[in-house]
């Protein structure tokens, strides 16, 4: 049973950037894809990136593309977003969530998931 664990949150301002950790517990990342999802007040979740296995390979929305990375410390066994540029279209609750599958975009491909973490960004 793979445990996460989002941190990071906060608010900030638009143009600021902001680094989320997902840490995994119960499994390790080096055998999971991992995705970062955000929901938004009234929205449904969003997709906003995913890392495979081995990090080689990441995917974004073009909603976030440019401005949000994601990348592995398997050592740590942590996965981080980090977020530049940020809007206040990004104001969301952010989720990381972890798969057995190579990659995933959809949550439905996803098992595991984190409590999410408040991002809130001020125009």
């Known amino acids: 049973q793979v445990q996460l664990v989002e941190s990071g949150g906060g608010l900030v301002q638009a143009g600021a950037s902001l680094r989320l950790s997902c840490a995994a517990s119960?499994?390790?990342?080096?055998?999971?894809?991992v995705g970062w999802f955000r929901q938004a007040p009234g929205k449904e979740r969003e997709f906003v990136g995913a890392i495979t296995w081995t990090g080689s390979a990441t995917y974004y929305p073009d909603s976030v593309k440019g401005r949000f990375t994601i990348f592995k410390d398997n050592r740590k066994n942590t996965v981080y977003l980090q977020m530049n540029n940020l809007k206040p279209e990004d104001t969301a609750v952010y989720s990381c969530?972890?798969?057995?599958?190579?990659?995933?975009?959809?949550?439905?491909?996803?098992?595991?998931w984190g409590q999410g973490t408040q991002v809130t960004v001020s125009s």
């Open positions: 969530a972890a798969t057995s599958i190579w990659v995933a975009k959809t949550t439905a491909s996803y098992d595991w």
């Open positions: 119960g499994g390790t990342f080096s055998r999971y894809a």
